[in-house]
């Protein structure tokens, strides 16, 4: 039987030789992850029911990554209580301070074409970036902990087939935000977003990361994108020899298809109080900002650093404008660092802080009313990152940037100079 990636990867995590959509399955994750905002409850949870042992302790991954450096006193006691737990349950994979979660379980090669891994966080599926299927869970997170398994329903796909390549000045983030523009909330309920075709070669993993992991914010279950040639060096890259193409049947069953000409693509941004509300940059010139801020686990790549920095690089951040940038993990930060970049950055009015979530849960840089930022972060709910009288609009880092010279919402392509460099990864 045909059968899409999702389809293939449940399948074979369910012991199981074909799936079908809406079929209800128990499937075995081969990663599970969880941050400390979050871990702490789970064990609670599996230590009122009796349970003292993880099932598969191998197979899980404990981050600390919302307040590093710790800024407060919960915080504290929280990232204490998880190195604690972490030791006590012998964790297999703990990271302390080391990145933020999705980005790191890509960077240590912890996720491969065909897995299927389960996150505490909803922006899990950024990891589908390497034809893995990885689908966010709240509590559920603790019945795996305990059971080392969950059920789901198959979900039906969505594919979208990229063509061309980005002209200069429009990014990852862009190509998501066009895809939303043609979705509802109907079209993808408890859906998977695939991304193929002969454009998606022109993106590196961390930016096929940005796509991925921002489908959530259309409303779908994840993303995943196909396991190509890139994707598989890239892998190679970071010492895993044996990854494999993966990609979906050619006569595999699909919801409905979107075909999108990347070449046609202009630079877009999310508006409060939802990701999905989308406009052009270039009709947004009014919106004045004072915060401008580049990281996230959908956009602090080495290749973000890079393009904000090509875009900054002689010019001068607004006055009136305070930028701040976080490398999603210590490695970017430290390839950075060796690049230059965060030089470069500097020079032109950043503020650069270590690896953390920081502003995406309002952990740091907190906003008072009556004032904007405009972030690469994945959310923009009001309160999101302070007050609920401030505002919070999403771009790609080039139009962050852009904006932080400008001081108002500013399309990019007005400083960008060439495409930018899409080799490195």
Request: aromatic share 4%.
């Amino acid at each position: 039987m045909a059968a899409t990636m999702t389809q293939k990867i449940l399948a074979r995590v369910s012991g199981r030789a074909t799936v079908r959509h809406g079929e209800i399955i128990w499937a075995v994750p081969d990663l599970v992850t969880a941050p400390e905002v979050s871990f702490g409850a789970y064990v609670k949870r599996i230590r009122e029911i009796g349970v003292t042992k993880l099932a598969r302790p191998e197979r899980v991954a404990v981050i600390i990554d919302h307040e590093v450096p710790v800024h407060s006193a919960a915080g504290a006691e929280r990232n204490k209580l998880t190195r604690q737990l972490a030791q006590e349950l012998s964790v297999g994979h703990f990271f302390d301070g080391e990145g933020i979660t999705h980005p790191l379980m890509v960077e240590r090669g912890l996720v491969q074409p065909g897995m299927f891994a389960a996150g505490a966080d909803s922006h899990a599926p950024g990891l589908g970036a390497v034809g893995a299927l990885s689908v966010p869970f709240g509590f559920e997170v603790a019945m795996m902990l305990a059971t080392g398994q969950i059920w789901m329903q198959v979900p039906e796909t969505i594919r979208v087939r990229l063509h061309g390549a980005c002209p200069a000045g429009v990014a990852a983030r862009d190509i998501v935000l066009a895809v939303m523009q043609q979705l509802d909330d109907e079209a993808t309920s408890y859906r998977v977003i695939e991304y193929q075709g002969e454009g998606l070669a022109s993106l590196s993993v961390p930016e096929r990361m940005t796509i991925c992991g921002l489908c959530v914010d259309a409303g779908a279950k994840s993303g995943i994108a196909t396991s190509d040639q890139r994707c598989v060096d890239y892998l190679h890259s970071l010492g895993i020899p044996d990854a494999q193409l993966l990609s979906s049947d050619a006569d595999a069953e699909f919801a409905m298809t979107i075909d999108l000409d990347l070449a046609r693509l202009t630079p877009r941004v999310s508006i409060p109080p939802s990701p999905n509300h989308v406009r052009e940059a270039q009709a947004m010139a009014d919106i004045t900002i004072q915060h401008a801020y580049i990281g996230s686990c959908a956009s602090g790549s080495i290749e973000d650093l890079r393009a904000a920095a090509s875009i900054l690089r002689g010019r001068k951040v607004h006055a009136g404008v305070n930028l701040l940038v976080i490398p999603a993990t210590q490695r970017v930060f430290q390839q950075a660092l060796q690049e230059g970049l965060l030089t470069e950055l500097t020079q032109a009015g950043a503020t650069i802080s270590p690896s953390t979530c920081g502003p995406c849960f309002g952990g740091i840089a907190q906003l008072r009313a009556g004032e904007r930022r405009i972030s690469t972060s994945t959310r923009n709910d009001p309160g999101r990152m302070g007050s609920h009288e401030a505002e919070i609009f999403l771009a790609s880092a080039m139009t962050v940037a852009a904006s932080a010279i400008a001081g108002h919402i500013a399309d990019p392509r007005q400083f960008a100079v060439g495409p930018d460099d899409r080799s490195a990864a």
